[in-house]
């Protein structure tokens, strides 16, 4: 597997456009197109939140049920829920549009929307953006990248990842870019992601590779525990590469979850990183623990605790908030067996003990907790099961921001 | 029921005290002991953290399984969790030296700390502080007040509440005192207090009327979803009214009940208020839910939803995040049927109507917002089932406290 530079246009026959439609930002772009020259086959995965935005009802709709994906059409600043029947609505014309600018089926449309809820949607300067964006589709880097900074909303930096695996003797591609900052929590993919893929792949296979590895990626990301509205990850492929298609769970299936795997586990750890006012990416890993299903509970709650990301904020070992947070987390286990480590770049050190301190350097743990990138690592000895949870400090840039979101 | 000025001295027999020990506080005080002339029946609830605190482990003890509980000696600074097998010794010494200093039974001692998890209590101080504190105990109304500063860490006012009410012709008082604004989230009490009555009733009736209570005050409390390891309430009931025993769930079991009830619910309303570095309590009323689980889940969500408590804390009518927050509790509904307002001294406004804008005056709804306690009514339209939550907006204060609270 070899990671390369590039994001959603990184893949064979795909190509992606931007521009700036004014649907709320001033000075910038607000939306991406990405099209495929030839029909895909598409698998989405969506948000579980009960009120689902309009375009998320509208993907799903065209993911399970219309063959033959080609575009997809984002805007940023105005999240198209909570909108009424007028939502879907949008949802259609956009597609027409799209359509009649590409000469493609308005079934082959997915759309997506990102940022404020219950605004209902400007649709003429949607449509008016989507002419615009058609004949600006380029398959260069550049077009990529462009892409993914108009898909941004508070995310401080664009989000892509792409590599290149071999599949009987071709060059298949996975690549993609996302957004994801504010009102992410891990249950879905709680963000939006566009994965582009030159693999030739049945449909069945493309959608279980998604639905399987979004439970170790992006639903291990908690940024503040609210599951968003529009969660939204759609993979596009479109079998350009000419691999043997595979249709089964062979080796070659095997290669390309692989693949997969390192593109969304990097999206996914840019959004922990990029968190709302985040000066610090926090992983939090819990190994030994009895089960799976429990190692994912033990290490979610740790990296929700508000109280603990204001600690990693300050850079303080305060290491009784995190088994607090383990213990209340409702996964049953013994706190005078637990081990706690932190680890960054500046090194690894021991905090707790079988349940109680090790009477570590408290100056060496702030000068772990200082770098950019720091892993709590909790051992629950009960078993061989672990799972890693990726989230952020809790900060004063975060209540700034959403303190006033709308203004 | 008529409500007085006063605390956990207010009922018959029951005196109060408090020192400086300097546990990890200097200059102020930091220990408080409850005592009661007579053996009393004694009810408690605790945390449902599975690291549960040394004390919370002594004080089940001696709840379930002692009668004639006689004393609780409180201390703030040091949280006497995470401490291994000497934090259970704490406990033991600690009822020691009150069973010597007040010449009572070990065995009617209950205990209770508050503060930072993992550091070792300096046991020597504490049986110091009791030594200190039996010879001032008094029933004045000064007494309880000064013990419930005691017993305050991050808490920025003292809490007490006390009401009386007539059973059978006799004045029953309940009273009590709490501390809570960290690590406080619905699951059990989240903090501690201490409920004393002189009422006479049965031991059964006593833990009974607590637990059904706490469901409705206490655990409706969320500053940031953190449940404790020391979650602890205790309350105390003496006989000293002289009212006739209630051993049956009669109408003088209802009227207790009334009185407890106002009392928590007044201490749970304090601690929701003074969350850490709140500016606003923020109260969500559910209605019109097809249950009273579903309610508590839906109410509970909103509490607790980080987005939302920063927009509260903009004073941003941002009622997207309400909505959503409702979405992702787990409760299946109709987003298109759900009714919003907002409400506080300055008004009502209604926000949403069937799950889109009313087009309501921001300008309002700000002014609405922007006072010291405000509520946010959901209405759902599913049933008659309703349920109301505490909390408070989310500010740069909280960061500030909790990023360095152990320095």
């Known amino acids: ?150 898909i941004m909303t508070t995310d401080t930096e664009k989000k892509e990842a792409a590599v290149e695996i071999e599949i009987g003797g071709k060059t298949v591609t996975v690549g993609g870019m996302c957004k994801g900052s504010g009102m992410i929590h891990p249950n879905m993919c709680t963000m939006l ?5 030159d693999v030739d792949i049945s449909k069945e296979l493309l959608q279980e590779a998604l639905s399987e590895d979004i439970k170790d990626t992006y639903n291990m990301v908690s940024v503040d525990g609210d599951t968003s509205t529009n969660d939204t990850v759609l993979l596009l492929a479109n079998g350009q590469a000419g691999n043997p298609k595979i249709t089964e769970k062979n080796t070659d299936y095997e290669e390309f979850k692989k693949a997969l795997n390192y593109v969304n586990t990097t999206l996914a750890k840019k959004i922990a990183g990029d968190g709302e ?23 979610k709650s740790v990296v929700t605790s508000s109280l603990t990301k204001a600690a990693i904020y300050g850079h303080d070992a305060n290491w009784g908030r995190i088994l607090c947070a383990l213990g209340y987390s409702g996964v049953q286990f013994d706190p005078e067996k637990v081990d706690l480590y932190f680890e960054s770049k500046a090194g690894k050190i021991k905090i707790i003990e079988n349940g109680v301190s090790t009477g570590y350097s408290e ?19 009960m078993g061989d099961a672990s799972a890693t949870a990726w989230g952020c400090d809790l900060t004063y840039d975060y209540i700034k921001i959403n303190a006033d979101y709308r203004s």
Chains 1, 2 share one sequence.
């Open 1 to 150: 597997m070899k990671i390369i530079d590039g994001g959603v246009t990184a893949a064979k026959g795909f190509k992606a456009a931007s521009t700036a439609a004014e649907i709320k930002y001033k000075g910038r772009t607000d939306m991406a197109m990405v099209f495929s020259e030839v029909p895909c086959v598409a698998a989405g995965t969506f948000t579980t939140n009960v009120v689902k935005a309009a375009p998320v009802r509208w993907d799903q709709d065209i993911v399970y049920n219309h063959p033959g994906a080609r575009a997809v059409i984002c805007n940023s600043g105005i999240a198209n829920a909570c909108t009424g029947e007028e939502g879907f609505g949008y949802c259609r014309e956009t597609a027409k549009a799209a359509s009649e600018s590409l000469g493609i089926p308005e079934d082959s449309v997915l759309v997506a929307s990102t940022g404020v809820i219950g605004m209902q949607l400007p649709i003429d300067r949607i449509a008016n953006g989507v002419k615009a964006m058609a004949p600006k589709l380029e398959g260069s880097r550049e077009a990529g990248l462009e892409a993914a900074k108009a």
């Open 193 to 197: 992601g566009f994965i582009t893929s």
């Open 277 to 299: 006012g985040a000066t610090a990416l926090f992983e939090v890993k819990v190994i030994g623990a009895a089960t799976k299903a429990e190692a994912v509970t033990l290490s």
């Open 363 to 381: 100056e060496e743990a702030t000068k772990i907790l200082s770098e950019e990138a720091v892993t709590a690592i909790a051992d629950m000895k």
